[in-house]
């Protein structure tokens, strides 16, 4: 599992990859969290909430962008990340732990986009890449 920062015009975008479904979308939700800051400090609590959608894509906006929501709801970074992914159930429960705002130089990440969205499976699992809208 695992993720990595690409510079995209005047946005960000995430590529990673995962053994699993669910790893991988842990890893996309990780390069989030990086792109809000450089370090996240300890503490904060943990929050859960549930997303489905039509198609493996469909999930991965869904997810991010409910992410996105939670941030801007809790006023809260949301970090270590946790999702669970039920096979061919375009359904996830998630967590992350949700570290207040104000403990956080963040940078704003406004939006998921779907321009340039690819979700593959590949011989070691998936690999997932995505533009944020800054």
Partial sequence: MSFELREHTADIAVEATGETLSETFESVAAGLTAAHCDSIPSGGKRFAFVV???SPEALLFDYL??????????????????VSIEPDEWRLEASA????LGSVPAREIKAVTYSEMNLDRTDAGWKAYVVFDV
């Fill in 52 to 54: 489905e959608a039509e």
């Fill in 97 to 100: 732990r949700g570290v207040p």
């Fill in 65 to 82: 962008g409910e992410l996105i929501y939670q941030r801007d709801v809790r006023n809260v970074l949301p970090a270590d990340h946790q």
